[in-house]
């Protein structure tokens, strides 16, 4: 607010200095505002201003001083945060899917949200894409040609696409699909990776797009995107996913498969909070920078520079780094 209040009263562009007018409507209030003080602000409206600017604009440096952020984003992944790997943790989750899927042959539609569930999961985990670059993540199958890079900038988003050359499903996004494209982490560069088929998720991206997303789709139009939501309920007109929606497919995933349930025994981590998608990328950081301690290689997995991730993204804590320190240390020892 106190920004705000200076922001109308700054020279040349604040929105009350220009309006002198407004003096003639103020009114006495008492404890507050006296009849004294209206005429002056009345006989030079642009002193009342300049006074008023440099009030505000010294209390807010002395809230700014003592102020306290008091909601911590990072409440509801503390327990993975705090794990010795971070990312063997969270990967738990995608475990619990894995366990808990139904039967595709009797129950189609749940195996179908289940695989989806999961590859949602991986492939953020790693990746570590925000929400915007893995929801509007288009789709290629293995017998399609990728789409050029040209037209990807052209749509502003990415791509999953089978590269035969390298025998691999590879995700391509153009540099100006992502929030912080002119950041020196892409140099007008596109983002390519190459996804690795560890624990079947190759199986599972072409079980996904031959057998569950039909089923997912119904008699939808097809959005072209990987993901995409159940059309199946009458009242989805349409299967792409949007912000809200995404978020809360990701944390229906959490609240289903992650949070542990003391009752039923169901839930892959105890203590965990049910959170959006943005956190993997928490996770992400954190786990670099507890096996590395460099900000630099914890960019590299978010797409971010070193300065926002120590700004930001990762819970690093002195006893990890001397962790780290020591354990480089330790190997000399080892080895001698």
């Not at 404890?31 to 300049?50: K, M």
């Not at 590269?163 to 691999?168: E, K, L, M, P, V």
């Not at 954190?286 to 926002?308: C, N, P, V």
Request: proline share 6%; net charge positive.
């Amino acid at each position: 607010m106190l920004c705000m209040g200076v922001s109308l009263l700054r020279r040349e562009t604040g929105w009350l200095r220009q309006s002198p007018a407004l003096s003639g409507h103020l009114k006495p209030i008492p404890g507050l505002l006296t009849e004294h003080e209206i005429e002056r602000a009345q006989c030079d409206w642009q002193a009342a201003c300049d006074e008023g600017y440099g009030y505000a604009s010294a209390w807010r440096k002395d809230i700014k001083r003592v102020a306290r952020v008091h909601r911590d984003t990072f409440e509801p992944i503390m327990p993975v945060l705090e794990a010795e790997s971070p990312v063997g943790v969270y990967s738990l989750i995608a475990d619990e899917v894995d366990r808990r899927t139904p039967d595709p042959r009797r129950y189609p539609l749940a195996a179908a949200e289940a695989v989806r569930s999961l590859l949602m999961l991986r492939i953020g985990l790693h990746t570590g894409l925000r929400q915007r670059n893995l929801r509007e993540l288009g789709v290629r199958r293995r017998d399609e040609t990728p789409t050029p890079l040209r037209k990807l900038e052209a749509v502003g988003r990415g791509e999953l696409h089978w590269d035969a050359g390298r025998q691999g499903w590879m995700i391509t996004i153009p540099a100006a699909a992502f929030k912080n494209a002119t950041s020196s982490y892409f140099s007008d560069q596109p983002y390519r990776l190459l996804l690795p088929n560890v624990r079947e998720l190759y199986g599972r991206i072409d079980a996904y797009l031959a057998v569950h997303r039909p089923v997912l789709l119904f008699n939808a139009d097809d959005p072209g995107t990987f993901f995409v939501k159940t059309a199946r309920y009458p009242h989805l007109r349409h299967a792409s996913y949007c912000q809200t929606s995404f978020y809360e497919a990701w944390r229906h995933t959490i609240e289903r498969y992650g949070v542990f349930n003391p009752y039923t025994g169901r839930g892959a981590i105890k203590g965990l909070l049910p959170h959006g998608p943005h956190n993997v990328r928490d996770v992400l950081a954190t786990h670099i920078l507890k096996r590395t301690g460099s900000y630099e290689q914890a960019g590299y997995a978010i797409q971010d520079t070193a300065e926002t991730v120590a700004r930001y993204y990762a819970r690093f804590l002195p006893n990890d780094k001397a962790a780290v320190a020591a354990r480089i240390l330790d190997e000399v020892w080892a080895a001698a």
